[in-house]
């Protein structure tokens, strides 16, 4: 599967912003996805998954602010950021795999680009 990710901007501290992943590929529906980011400097680190039956999980630095969602019919997956911080600040890219709820990056096989969310204080 091929994916895509897309939606990134910048935006101030308190706002939201909602970026997409954009999947080609007929097996879409059957694939865990989640969210990653990385911080200039930093090293990536997992931000969000939602498995093929829907379950969600999410760090803890995002829980409450983030909500993670997909539509199959449309091979897409979302990752909407309300409640951003500074700290949010990062390139964001979505991945699949076949393990379900896990944010462990060795388990996810197909990655898109980044897209850059900055977030201004």
């Known amino acids: 599967v091929q994916l895509q990710a897309s939606g990134g901007g910048l935006v101030q501290a308190g706002g939201s912003v909602k970026i997409s992943c954009a999947a080609a590929?007929?097996?879409?529906?059957?694939?865990?996805i989640a969210w990653f980011r990385q911080a200039p400097g930093k090293e990536r680190e997992w931000v969000a998954t939602i498995n093929a039956r829907e379950g969600l999980s999410y760090a803890d630095s995002v829980k409450g602010r983030f909500t993670i969602s997909r539509d199959n019919d449309n091979r897409r997956a979302f990752l909407q950021m309300n409640l951003l911080k500074p700290e949010d600040t990062g390139s964001y890219f979505c991945?699949?795999?076949?393990?379900?709820?896990?944010?462990?990056?060795?388990?996810?096989?197909?990655w898109g680009q980044g897209t850059l969310v900055t977030v201004s204080s």
């Open positions: 991945a699949a795999g076949v393990k379900e709820d896990t944010g462990d990056q060795r388990y996810f096989f197909y």
């Open positions: 590929g007929t097996t879409f529906f059957a694939y865990t």
